[in-house]
Nanobody
Framework: QVRVVEFGGGLVQPGGSLRLSCVVS????????VGWFRQVPGKERDWMAC????????YYADGLEGRFTISRDLAKNTVYLQMHNLESGDTAVYYC?????????????????WGQGTQVTVSS
């Protein structure tokens, strides 16, 4: 059974950087598309970025590319989300999700394996 676990959340000052890690276990990472999502209390979970199995293509929600970068290390079974120039509006619980397939699912419902989330707080 595939397990997904996020690491790397914490408190960071505005303008700072943080790198989140998503470790996939129970299978190799290569057959999976992996996405990052975030959610604040009282709001829906928002899709942020995805890296597909097919050619390592990456996709970002509008406005995030440039500040956020998704990448993967197959040897470590890990997908990363590097975040720069963080703002208070980036404060949220960040989730990683994986789905076995060539392409990134178009909706969160298409991801079948979810982590428990990691809290990111941007505050001075």
């Amino acid at each position: 059974q595939v397990r997904v676990v996020e690491f790397g959340g914490g408190l960071v000052q505005p303008g700072g950087s943080l790198r989140l890690s998503c470790v996939v276990s129970g299978d190799t990472l290569e057959p999976y598309a992996v996405g990052w999502f975030r959610q604040v209390p009282g709001k829906e979970r928002d899709w942020m970025a995805c890296i597909s199995r097919s050619d390592d293509n990456t996709y970002y929600a509008d406005g995030l590319e440039g500040r956020f970068t998704i990448s993967r290390d197959l040897a470590k079974n890990t997908v990363y989300l590097q975040m720069h120039n963080l703002e208070s509006g980036d404060t949220a619980v960040y989730y990683c999700a994986a789905d076995r397939g060539y392409y990134c699912p178009s909706t969160s419902a298409g991801f079948r394996n979810w982590g428990q989330g990691t809290q990111v707080t941007v505050s001075s």
